[in-house]
């Protein structure tokens, strides 16, 4: 039998964020229910702004990038990469795996924060320059994971700061923006390098 390291067990408790217990009666399903429904209409309103405005073609350019596609294929495999430190750092977090980083709580919050920020660019053209479209299958679901993406993330940041919270709800919630990241990835990013060629 192991005996567990008192420092190691004193710096992984350190390492994560408070957690609030609650018991079964103390759970407040309004907390819940609102910031879904909040992040629902969120992903709603935009797939019908999408959908109902004119496209406009409009191009994406950056310096060292041949085209708009490149662009937002590096922007969205960047948010993917970091969206797996998301997932990794939520693991250590939990104590999933077994390892004491000090920083994990940072890196966890700013590796979101960042990969949500690098997706905005990418949006703002799929949805101004070409619109919530339909007429392929996976332009459709890129269209839709796109939307679901920053509902989950609006929904996400509104439950952590509620209380009586189930256990299992920001990590349920977590895990569909993990999945749309994914999702999102695999629509365009994967699809640009293997059709288009792998370069920037």
């Given at each position: 039998m192991t005996v567990p390291d008192p420092e190691v067990t004193r710096a992984r408790a350190a390492a994560r964020p408070p957690q609030q217990v609650v018991s079964p009666a103390g759970i407040s399903w309004a907390a819940v229910v609102v910031p879904v429904a909040v992040g629902a209409a969120v992903a709603v309103v935009l797939g019908v702004y999408?959908?109902?405005?004119?496209p406009t073609g409009l191009?994406?350019?950056l310096p060292w990038f041949t085209g708009t596609l490149y662009?937002?294929?590096w922007l969205t495999t960047l948010a993917f990469v970091l969206s797996l430190v998301q997932i990794a750092t939520a693991m250590v977090l939990d104590g999933r795996i077994d390892i004491v980083l000090p920083r994990v709580p940072a890196v966890h919050r700013?590796?979101?924060?960042?990969?949500?920020?690098?997706?905005v660019p990418v949006a703002v053209h799929c949805l101004y320059a070409l619109g919530f479209?339909?007429?392929e299958?996976?332009?459709l679901v890129h269209?839709?994971?796109?939307c679901l993406l920053y509902g989950a993330f609006v929904a996400k940041m509104l439950l952590l700061v509620r209380r009586g919270l189930p256990r299992w709800a920001i990590p349920a919630v977590g895990g569909v923006l993990?999945?749309?990241f994914v999702a999102m990835w695999l629509t365009s990013s994967l699809w640009v390098f293997t059709t288009a060629g792998f370069h920037l």
């Open positions: 999408g959908r109902l405005h004119p191009s994406l350019a662009v937002k294929a700013w590796s979101g924060r960042i990969a949500v920020l690098l997706t479209r339909v007429d299958p996976r332009v269209s839709l994971v796109g993990f999945t749309a």
